[in-house]
């Protein structure tokens, strides 16, 4: 198995911004739902619901490459061979 260690630099990046977007996009939709704070254009975020979100964020690009290897894009667009 491939490690995003072997992936180039450019491609580390665009999955860093995609992992970003994603996570950020889904986890504050899923916040503002359960806490009232969602709006017609999607999310306002402010307060404790803004720092869950922060420590889910941080979380992800923590946690995630201990317990799986790799983000969900450094997967998608990593290596295959």
Do not use: N
């Not at 990046?13 to 504050?28: K, P, R, S, Y």
């Not at 916040?31 to 979380?59: E, Y």
């Amino acid at each position: 198995m491939d490690t995003p260690d072997s992936m180039p630099t450019w491609l580390k990046v665009i999955a860093a911004i995609l992992d970003f977007l994603t996570i950020f996009m889904a986890a504050g939709y899923v916040i503002s739902r359960l806490t009232g704070q969602s709006t017609d254009g999607g999310f306002k975020l402010k307060g404790t619901p803004a720092l869950v979100l922060f420590a889910v964020v941080i979380a992800y690009f923590w946690l995630l490459p201990k317990i799986a290897g790799s983000t969900f894009w450094q997967w998608v667009l990593g290596p295959r061979g």
